[in-house]
């Protein structure tokens, strides 16, 4: 049946409590899932299952012998059949209507609500997520879902207001979707923005062809399933695993695909940008990219605020998910007046910080694999040498890729760990002159994604609000977690074109605008 807009209205997911019923109910998940490890899992092209390739694995970070699937290696030739899929399909697919389109998403949001323990179970043991944070990951998701099925409606719907009327004329604009999309998401949060950017593209009219980060092939694979589940057609989502290198620059560089949606680092983003950029023969566009990349995210501690409140909020930021997060607070950044009574209190917090393996759920789980664990590690030996070390600086106990929560102060704020992203549970803390010195340390990386300021001053906090140069700016609360519809999401500088997932401007970036005139 057609989806009555004015009969809708978007509320974000609550996140679950746990209380004794839901804590069983999400050990009977963590079982479920565990119980169905190991299995192969197939590539989705044209609407064909495809698993006749060599393959790789997905491991559990908290237990590295422990696997979680395994997937075909694609090839450039599956890239190509994708793309030709997608191609195909696409204008078939662009005139479904908005009301079919923003359906499937909302059908999706209602099974992904059922079946949400087993969404959070799967982060919990692909990619390392304490319950919450798992949990927190699929409330997202089902967000970007209901969402972007509204937001659809009201770009496809009528909207007189969009022109100036003109007399002796009736003027429209219309919003057309792009063509094919390559959607390549980050393994951190390997549901939610996989989800927000696939349902994105779809319900504004795309094709798209999803390759999914290797280290969370096995959550992208459960959503392709719960699509295909609802009826997104054979070619519209086209599921491709394997190589960056490989599979990925293909699909940057075809004359066929029309735009790229990327989450990942800002090392990627800028060669995504750079191959995009290049005009391959027959092809008609100049292609279009949205990226969302890394961060050095920077929590302000003025010398007029509840330390012990700031103290909790700069932990919790910069060791949620183990700093995993674009988001994360890597820079506290510290009034002198209040620098010594501070760093007690944030070494009490980060010291009563819990690591282990994900499904204990302890305060901290591990890291993404023993790549990122070795160069975290580096950071640290860095970090060292530059300031002092106040906690942790080592590997913590476990077969999993454990390390302790770090905290590193009298950084430099021209050092490495203050200006690189690190990605990791490690903490610069930098010693400011006065409010004003801390804003221009802030403000000095080239990142500018998001940012806290913690202080009772107005005058201080009307300064940040226009001198603080973040895309997402949050005062007197923690510097990640945001919201769907109430933080739209995306950064300046190198974090990335400012995307804005989770607001009312996303949905235009997969779309471009027709004007029509006629005359009366």
């Not at 192969?40 to 997905?58: A, K, N, Q, Y």
């Amino acid at each position: 049946m057609p989806v009555n807009l004015q009969a809708r209205t978007f509320t974000n997911e609550p996140f679950t409590e746990w209380t004794p019923e839901n804590r069983r109910a999400f050990e009977q998940a963590l079982k479920d899932v565990r119980a169905r490890s190991g299995k192969t899992h197939p590539m989705w092209i044209d609407g064909e299952e495809v698993v006749d390739r060599p393959l790789f694995e997905s491991i559990d970070p908290s237990e590295p012998t422990h696997i979680l699937g395994r997937f075909p290696l694609g090839t450039i030739a599956d890239a190509d059949r994708a793309i030709e899929a997608a191609y195909r399909t696409f204008p078939q697919w662009s005139k479904v209507s908005w009301e079919r389109r923003a359906q499937y998403l909302l059908d999706a949001a209602k099974l992904m609500r059922a079946r949400k323990h087993h969404f959070s179970a799967r982060m919990v043991y692909e990619v390392g997520k304490n319950w919450a944070e798992a949990d927190g990951d699929t409330a997202e998701a089902i967000d970007f879902l209901e969402f972007y099925a509204l937001e659809a409606l009201r770009y496809g719907g009528p909207d007189p207001s969009r022109v100036t009327p003109i007399a002796g004329e009736r003027n429209e604009l219309l919003y057309l979707p792009l063509g094919v999309g390559a959607v390549i998401p980050p393994w951190n949060f390997p549901l939610a923005i996989l989800t927000g950017m696939t349902t994105a593209a779809l319900v504004t009219g795309n094709t798209v062809i999803l390759k999914p980060a290797s280290d969370s092939a096995a959550i992208a694979a459960d959503l392709v399933s719960l699509l295909r589940e609802v009826g997104i057609p054979a070619g519209v989502l086209n599921f491709v695993t394997g190589g960056g290198s490989t599979i990925g620059n293909r699909l940057v560089e075809s004359a066929k695909v029309r735009f790229v949606a990327f989450t990942g680092s800002k090392e990627v983003g800028i060669q995504i940008h750079e191959r995009a950029a290049k005009v391959h023969p027959g092809q008609l566009w100049l292609k279009r990219t949205i990226l969302e990349m890394g961060g050095k995210d920077a929590i302000i501690v003025d010398r007029d605020c509840d330390l012990d409140v700031a103290a909790k909020a700069v932990a919790a930021s910069a060791f949620g998910y183990q700093g995993q997060k674009c988001s994360a607070c890597s820079r506290a950044i510290v009034d002198t007046a209040v620098y010594d009574e501070f760093i007690p209190k944030l070494k009490k917090e980060v010291e009563a910080i819990t690591v282990g393996p994900a499904e204990r759920n302890p305060s901290m789980g591990p890291v993404i694999n023993e790549g990122a664990r070795r160069k975290i590690l580096e950071f640290i030996e860095a970090g060292k040498r530059e300031g002092k070390l106040l906690t942790g600086g080592g590997v913590a106990p476990g077969a999993g890729w454990f390390l302790q929560p770090t905290v590193i102060i009298d950084v430099p704020d021209t050092g490495k760990i203050a200006q690189e992203e690190i990605f990791g549970p490690v903490l610069a803390v930098i010693r400011a002159k006065d409010f004003g010195d801390a804003l221009r340390i802030a403000n000095g990386t080239e990142f500018g994604l998001t940012g806290a300021v913690f202080t009772r001053d107005e005058k201080k906090l009307a300064r940040a609000r226009d001198e603080f140069f973040v895309g997402n700016l949050y005062l007197n609360r923690k510097c990640t977690g945001a919201l769907v519809g109430a933080h739209p999401f995306g950064g300046f500088n190198m974090s990335g074109t400012d995307s804005k997932a989770g607001g009312r401007d996303y949905l235009g970036l997969f779309l471009q605008a027709k004007s029509v005139s006629r005359k009366v």
